[in-house]
Every structure is written in C-alpha cells, then in structure tokens.
C-alpha cells in the first residue's frame, strides 16, 4: 500500500490487521477487528513499532499511544482515515 490519498478505511484495517498478525504470531484471519489488541498480546513496544509504521506507510504523524487510546483495529483505522482525509482537505 502507498501513502496514496484516496486508501480507504476497509484497505486501511486490512493493513493493519496484516501488521498486528505479524506483531502477535497469529493468522491475519485469527485477528477480530473490533476486540481489544491488548487482548492479542499487543504490548507497549509493538504498539510504539506499529505508530511508527503507521506513519511511514502513510505519511502521517500519530500519537505514539494511538494503540492504547484506540484500542481496536476499527478504532485506529478510523483516526488514520480521518487523518489522511485531513490532509486531502489541506490541499
């Protein structure tokens, strides 16, 4: 996926869900979009690890706690497609 302006909220969870299944050893399949990441064995470091991917995949800056105050992929895929929505307004 690029950083491209028009990724959708569905493309958005589906990348994600790929990096929380390679962060906590499961199948993409295993993960459930709306429960708790914590509940996944999502610690502090993998949750750093994921804000910062986040913003290199999408050229956006997000609070390094963003998977402690979302803590759903629905949840964090909303702030991410609300943020790029932003950016597509800005220009």
């Known amino acids: ?6 990724a ?3 493309s958005i969870r589906a990348w994600l ?3 929380v299944a390679l962060y906590v050893e499961l199948a993409p ?3 459930d979009h709306d429960t708790d990441l914590a509940s996944y064995g999502m610690d502090s470091i993998r949750a ?3 804000a910062a991917r986040i913003e290199d995949e999408f050229g ?6 963003l998977a402690w105050d ?3 992929i629905t ?5 991410v497609a609300a943020e790029l929505a932003k950016r597509v307004e800005a220009v």
């Open 1 to 6: 996926m690029t950083a491209d302006n028009s």
């Open 8 to 10: 959708s909220t569905a």
């Open 17 to 19: 869900t790929e990096q």
């Open 29 to 31: 399949e295993a993960i």
């Open 48 to 50: 750093l690890t994921l």
């Open 60 to 65: 956006i800056e997000v609070d390094e706690d």
């Open 70 to 72: 979302h803590r759903t």
């Open 75 to 79: 949840a964090i895929a909303g702030v």
